[in-house]
């Protein structure tokens, strides 16, 4: 079983940058897709972006597509969000989750079967 640790959130004033990191653990992810997901109070856990641990291959959401990058360090079996120009309505706390399904790509919360603990991104107007 593959645990997830998360880190790197915080607060940052409205334009400013955060990096997130997903620090996996317990088996290799290589036939897998990892996912950043977040969740606001109040409203439902919303998709943000993927990478296909193979080959990096990555998808957005539409809240992140030219702001946030994801990554990954096979080395340190570590996935990164860089996100940049960030606003207030990105304001959430931010999971990383791995897909149930080998070879799947999915944007759906209920796909992905293992996650982490979350880290808070507070942004400031």
């Known amino acids: 079983q593959v645990q997830l640790v998360e880190s790197g959130g915080g607060l940052v004033q409205a334009g400013g940058s955060l990096r997130l990191s997903c620090s996996a653990s317990?088996?290799?992810?290589?036939?897998?897709?990892v996912g950043w997901f977040r969740q606001a109070p109040g409203k439902e856990r919303e998709f943000v972006s993927r990478i296909r641990w193979i080959d990096g291959r990555t998808s957005y959401g539409d809240s992140a597509k030219g702001r946030f990058t994801a990554s990954r360090d096979n080395a340190e079996n570590t996935m990164y969000l860089q996100m940049n120009n960030l606003k207030p309505e990105d304001t959430a706390v931010y999971y990383c989750?791995?897909?149930?399904?080998?070879?799947?790509?999915?944007?759906?919360?209920?796909?992905?079967?293992?996650w982490g603990q979350g880290t808070q991104v507070t942004v400031s107007s």
């Open positions: 989750a791995v897909d149930s399904l080998i070879w799947r790509e999915s944007e759906r919360s209920a796909d992905y079967g293992v």
């Open positions: 317990g088996r290799a992810l290589s036939n897998y897709a």
